[in-house]
């Protein structure tokens, strides 16, 4: 079993969905049953392959990558299929593991127009894929091929089923997305050349950066390229544009995917790639990523207040919360970079939860605009409060997961790593802290228009169904988990904390 | 008179050259079955039709047997003085353009049996022009290059107006006609001008007679100049494309297929073999003018194919754009010539596959729906979405997503121009890098209207696929997917090619 895990597990992981998804398009479109069977199936094996993984990981050596291999792929380009886990990857993939399923049970019934389930599952499946893939590939061929993988996918799932912008909506995430990987694949390559290196492996470019002293001009240029990918992705102002519109567009699904795993790609992009390989770019950078990063705080919660649309809202702060934790990574401290971990997942189950919540209103209500709903909680009063529950998880509520993710990136924003403006960090600090109390005003506004009252003359007397069975499954580990995080966040920094030392030590601190 | 002259030439020296019959084999193996379908269709007619296109198909097939066993040979052979070169990178391209000639005879098959062509010349026409680049392959002197470009290209004009009472085609035909032969003289004229200053045809001999004096410069720049123009206009690079356009949309469908992939790389092979055996001494010459003809190909090709409605033009826009990312490498050529000749190449290789599996499906749909409209796609994923997906693939492909097949033939191209390590090579990384973006759009454009739209006249009964052009799908798309998985496969023929290098001296 052990050997097995060490040698095939991450493969395994990784590829299963797309046997899945293969075994799928073989099967006629009419057996829809059979699809959602094996879908939910294939996950769910992923899932437990995770479990197994996360039982023979060896938590003392969290800093260290385990389960590796590393095998030759294209030779011509000395990149090689080589993939790991270490402490940083290992909580957003159990959190790529646990979504996934999740959605699949959620989508059992509320497949959205035009149906079509097998397509839709394939193109989950393919997705699975691609997000485990970027989290385990250790090398920056094989990484990219991954970060890639997922476009096309999400692409299709905006665009067919999507809402009434959805053409406009797709093809903007794309065309966002594909111009920060043209840039990201010339820096990578640029990487390559610079270092004279014989292998595009994350540690050994890492190493071979320090030991050739590769200039700071260099470095600077490099981390712009691949801040121009990642930047994009997570999305930082001011190029966070696309995310409301895909998030708005997109299907229930579609958005709790991207909320949860794919805004998370960026981010770790950052904490894996670009702050280790490059530490003078990075400390060149942080001032800049910090300030954007407030903006997007900021820009974010008044995005928030001005929205009439649930979803778009929702969205909206997204791009802030997404800001919080891009400034705990501009701290460059570990202490910051911890906080941004806990972060991602944090925002990926609340942020995913409440998406999922949002879908459920829309198919009950038909509509998203805040103004014609209200009195959720008399009509359907389980979901109300899960909304009244979620929402204050997000605005980072002590005692629940959102303020881990929070508290501690404004926090280390008071030290920044040496060598930063401390002024500059404590300025951030106090207008990432100023977001926080707009957070709560948009949140609470948010639950208060939609939950509490009378529901409005048009729904009154229309039969609201409170969750469904298929709801709750997929719902209730997901705020499980956030007040479990909420109360134990050492199961989140226990796992990081050691490999994040690694990151903090790469940058010289 | 005559007899005087010959009794002359009887008494001149004559060296019996050293013909290698096994370096040969696949050229002789296809002249053989070329001129079997030709007494098929002579001596047979009506009942031997039928037997034509499958015979061709063979002819093709059966011409890269003799290409694996010399593959497995492995020494380099060579003819002629040198003229005729038979070494990993001749053997890479003929199985390319052999291939690429089967495919293309299965997407001809049904299509012109059940339109109003003449059947059994065509695949005559396509298996000389196919002979040509098979011979372009090989081709390392200036008049082997020339003759070779001419067999392959006098067929492609008649194929070209092959629909003959359709005003179109006859157009389609004529212009790629005059442009071609206006080309022909321009690249003559520069290679008289080449033989002149270095008294040899020999590609070898000019590299070494250009690459060091500079009192020659002006005409040799000249010659250079004019060589690159002739076949600018080949491979349909801005500003010479526009006879693309037109001759695409013109011609049948699986003509354009034909000239879009294997007589551009047929273009390519010619300056693959010019520029790293020729001309590589003569950087300060061909990397500005390749850098203007590149970026110039991507951003003109690409920005004039986000207009297009019909898929036909939007592929010759496109195919124009992706002449500019193969021009690319060339740029860079006097810093790193080993890195651009892989990028070149592995291009040309990964170009062949996905686009030949765009045409199958533009030529299955087009069975439909008798149009080539990008509005005519639609709604393609609810009634077909084999072909839909198919399509997905192949324009995915072309845009350069990952993991298929395009996304390898950019990242070599990228590779070769930041390992160059000069602001050329980094503003026309940049260039690529913008450019594959916009790609996306119109690719985009495409994808929309099959996978978002409904069908335009509300039409959804499935579209019957006939056999060879499920094959012809089959194996286009099999290869984009694996060259995208396992580039190692595409690299396993691409790393091997110095030799080329070596014989410039480079």
């Known amino acids: 079993m052990k050997d097995f895990l060490n040698d095939w597990g991450l493969t395994t992981m990784v590829f299963l969905p797309l046997v899945g998804a293969v075994v799928m398009m073989l099967i006629p479109k009419a057996e829809e049953e059979l699809h959602k069977f094996i879908a939910l199936l294939t996950t769910l094996v992923v899932g437990v392959v995770g479990v197994f993984l996360t039982a023979n990981f060896d938590w003392d050596r969290s800093k260290d990558l385990q389960f590796v291999v590393d095998k030759g792929w294209i030779d011509v380009i000395h990149s090689r299929y080589t993939v790991g886990v270490d402490g940083i990857a290992m909580p957003l993939i159990l959190l790529t593991l646990l979504v996934v399923p999740l959605i699949i049970i959620y989508s059992w019934n509320h497949f959205p127009e035009p149906h079509n389930p097998k397509a839709f599952l394939i193109l989950m499946l393919v997705l699975d894929t691609g997000m485990i893939g970027s989290f385990v590939a250790q090398d920056l061929i094989l990484f990219f091929v991954f970060f890639e993988v997922v476009l096309l996918p999400m692409y299709f799932m905006i665009g067919v089923w999507g809402g009434e912008q959805r053409q406009y909506a797709s093809i903007k995430f794309f065309l966002y997305t594909l111009f920060g990987s043209a840039f990201m694949i010339v820096a990578f390559l640029a990487l390559f050349f610079v270092t004279g290196a014989e292998t595009f492996n994350m540690v050994d470019l890492a190493r071979l950066v320090r030991e050739n002293d590769v200039a700071r ?10 801040f121009m990918g990642f930047g994009i992705k997570v999305p930082m102002f001011p190029f966070h544009t696309w995310l409301p519109d895909a998030h708005t567009q997109a299907p229930t699904q579609g958005s709790v995917i991207l909320a949860a795993v794919l805004l998370k790609l960026g981010t770790y992009g950052f904490v894996r790639i670009a702050l280790p390989m490059l530490p003078e770019g990075a400390m060149w950078w942080a001032p800049i990523i910090g300030g954007l990063a407030c903006i997007g705080i900021i820009y974010g919660a008044l995005g928030c207040l001005a929205q009439t649309d649930m979803k778009r809202l929702i969205a909206f702060s997204s791009v802030a919360h997404m800001g919080y934790v891009m400034l705990g990574i501009a701290t460059l401290t570990d202490f910051g970079i911890n906080a941004a971990i806990f972060g991602m997942v944090a925002h990926g189950l609340i942020t995913g939860m409440l998406f999922f919540i949002a879908g459920s209103v829309k198919e009950r209500f038909h509509t998203l605009e805040i103004a014609r709903l209200g009195g959720l909680l008399k009509q359907a009063p389980y979901m109300g409060w899960m909304l009244g529950f979620t929402s204050m998880a997000s605005l980072g509520l002590p005692g629940l997961a959102g303020f881990w993710g929070e508290f501690p990136a404004i926090l280390s924003a008071y030290n920044p790593a040496e060598g930063l403006n401390v002024g500059l960090f404590r300025f951030y600090m106090f207008i990432a802290a100023l977001g926080t109390v707009l957070a709560a005003a948009y949140l609470l506004w948010l639950f208060q228009r939609t939950a509490f009252g009378t529901p409005k003359e048009e729904f009154a007397h229309e039969h609201v169904h409170d969750a469904h069975l298929t709801e709750w499954i997929a719902w209730l580990p997901m705020l499980v988990l956030i007040v479990v995080l909420g109360f134990l966040p050492v199961l989140i920094f226990g796992m990081t904390s050691d490999a994040v030392q690694v990151v903090a030590q790469a940058l010289g601190r | 008179m005559l007899a005087s002259l010959v009794a002359q030439a009887a008494q001149l020296p004559f060296d019996k050259p050293i013909i290698d019959f096994h370096a040969l084999a696949p050229e002789i193996v296809l002249v053989s079955l070329m001129s079997l379908v030709l007494l098929v269709d002579v001596f047979k007619l009506e009942e031997g039709r039928r037997f034509i296109p499958p015979l061709t198909g063979i002819a093709m097939l059966a011409s890269i047997i003799p290409l694996i066993s010399l593959a497995l040979d492995g020494a380099d052979r060579s003819m002629f003085g040198g003229a005729y070169v038979v070494d990993n990178l001749a053997l890479v391209l003929k199985a390319m353009f052999l291939l690429s000639g089967y495919v293309v005879t299965l997407l001809a098959s049904n299509y012109l049996a059940e339109g109003d062509f003449w059947e059994s010349e065509f695949y005559l026409m396509m298996l000389s022009s196919i002979l040509g680049m098979v011979v372009m392959s090989s081709s390392r002197d200036l008049i082997t290059i020339f003759v070779a470009l001419e067999l392959l290209s006098i067929p492609a004009y008649l194929m070209a107006s092959w629909e003959k009472r359709n005003l179109r085609s006859n157009e389609a035909g004529l212009k790629y ?14 290679m008289s001008l080449l033989f002149g200053v270095s008294g040899s045809t020999l590609l070898t001999d000019i590299g070494a007679a250009i690459s060091g004096g500079d009192s020659s410069t002006p005409i040799v720049t000249l010659g250079i100049v004019l060589v690159i123009v002739g076949f600018g206009f080949k491979v349909s690079a801005v500003p010479f494309h526009s006879w693309a356009p037109d001759t695409y949309e013109g011609a049948p469908t699986p003509v354009t297929a034909f000239l879009a992939v294997a007589s551009k790389a047929a273009g390519f092979v010619a300056l693959i073999q010019l520029v790293f055996i020729g001309f590589l001494g003569r950087a300060d010459v061909v990397e500005p003018m390749m850098w203007v003809l590149a970026a110039a190909s991507m951003t003109v090709g690409n920005l004039i194919a986000l207009r297009q409605t019909n898929v036909v033009r939007l592929l010759a826009y496109s195919g124009v754009a992706q002449a500019g990312f193969m021009l690319a490498p060339f740029a860079v050529v006097g810093t790193n010539a080993e890195d651009a000749l892989t990028a070149v190449v592995t291009y040309v290789l990964i170009y062949a596959s996905m686009n030949l599996a765009a045409f199958a499906v533009v030529i299955a749909v087009s069975r439909k729906t008798q149009s080539g409209e990008v509005s005519s796609f639609g709604g393609l994923f ?38 160059a390590d000069s602001a050329a090579g980094y503003t026309l990384a940049l260039v690529v890098a913008v450019n594959s973006v916009i790609a996306f759009y119109y690719y985009g454009m495409v994808l929309k209207a099959m996978w978002f739209s409904d069908a335009p006249d509300g039409d959804t009964s499935p579209i019957r696929v006939p056999v060879s052009l499920v094959s012809a799908l089959t194996l286009t798309v099999a290869a984009t997917i694996l060259f995208g998985m396992f580039p190692g496969l595409i690299g396993h023929f691409t790393g091997n090619l110095q030799g080329l290098l070596a014989a410039a001296g480079g």
Do not use: C
């Open chain 2, 177 to 190: 006609y005059l442009m071609g032969v206006f080309a022909s003289a321009l690249m003559l004229y520069g």
């Open chain 1, 217 to 226: 001009n260099t470095q600077i240029l490099i981390f712009g390229g691949m």
């Open chain 2, 382 to 419: 609810g009634y077909a979405p084999g072909l839909a997906v198919a399509m997905t693939i192949a324009l995915a492909a072309l845009a350069g997503i990952p993991p298929l097949g395009g996304w390898f033939a950019k990242f070599v191209v990228f590779r070769a121009l930041v390992a």
